[in-house]
């Protein structure tokens, strides 16, 4: 069960339009997009496409693989790994807005027909037993308190042989309470972070297998350095993914940072297999 009142916080006012005033401001046109002009906003987590493309490219996605991307937001990573790899992409989100905006673009890029994005909740998800080939997630788990209900579904729904690489936020090894508020969270209530071994004992609990790990801290750490540089030169960008976050944006990010460097936080990619005799 997802964390209630995050559908709430993800929601901010307006956002299809702030995006497409920002795409203005850097010189695209909303109405003749490519793929690569939505970028700056619709991968929201850290490192964006940077941090979408390193974990994917640890991948063997063949086209016409069948993809479920958990948490997606409005739609980036599911349109990336469309796009880039010719792969079937189902997206479940708990945000109705993110949804009715994913769904907009979809329609822009022309990629209607290859990514299919609906309101849900990925401790409950509404596909068939051994359908897909690949699920993601990126920057999700730290909403739900349920971890063994994400994995479990996930056994359920992979193929044998099928993969869930995710990208999360985790604890690191400072216990102390977060400075809130961050991204994912206003308040403590909606923040479920927890440590990695919390996620591979529920993968383990639902017949999973571990086959990577790798910790991204100092990454976290580089990327935000070079955005903060970026930032005190030029100037906040017109476009971006603090558009998703709202007035607090800002506040939100220097937590999050403030939170990595006292290792309170880690984002830490994982990559889980479904055997294939089960």
Not at 55 to 67: N, R, S, T, W, Y
Not at 161 to 182: H, I, Q, T, Y
Request: aromatic share 6%; with cysteine; charged share 25%.
């Amino acid at each position: 069960m997802t964390a209630p009142g995050v559908a709430q916080h993800y929601t901010t006012d307006d956002l299809l339009g702030r995006i497409d005033a920002g795409l203005r401001a850097v010189g695209a046109d909303p109405d003749a997009l490519s793929i690569d002009d939505l970028k700056p906003a619709d991968e929201f987590h850290t490192g964006g496409i940077e941090a979408t493309c390193a974990l994917l490219d640890q991948l063997d996605i063949a086209p016409g693989a069948e993809v479920i991307d958990l948490g997606c937001g409005i739609g980036g990573p599911a349109r990336h790994i469309a796009h880039r790899y010719g792969a079937r992409v189902r997206g479940i989100d708990l945000t109705p807005a993110f949804i009715e905006i994913g769904r907009a673009f979809n329609d822009r890029l022309g990629l209607s027909d290859k990514v299919e994005l609906s309101v849900g909740d990925i401790t409950d998800l509404p596909y068939d037993d051994a359908s897909a080939d690949l699920m993601t997630m990126f920057h999700v788990g730290m909403n739900v308190p349920d971890k063994a209900a994400i994995f479990a579904e996930a056994a359920r729904v992979l193929k044998p042989g099928g993969r869930f690489a995710l990208f999360d936020v985790m604890r690191d090894e400072n216990d102390e309470e977060l400075v809130f508020p961050v991204p994912w969270a206003s308040r403590a209530e909606i923040s479920h972070v927890a440590a990695p071994g919390v996620y591979r004992r529920a993968a383990h609990a639902a017949g999973l297998k571990e086959v990577a790990e790798r910790e991204r801290r100092q990454f976290a750490l580089d990327f935000f350095d070079r955005m903060f540089r970026k930032i005190a030169a030029e100037g906040p960008p017109p476009l971006g993914s603090h558009l998703m976050m709202g007035e607090t944006a800002g506040e939100k990010i220097r937590n999050y940072v403030a939170n990595v460097e006292a290792r309170r936080i880690a984002p830490v990619e994982m990559i889980f297999e479904r055997p294939k005799g089960r």
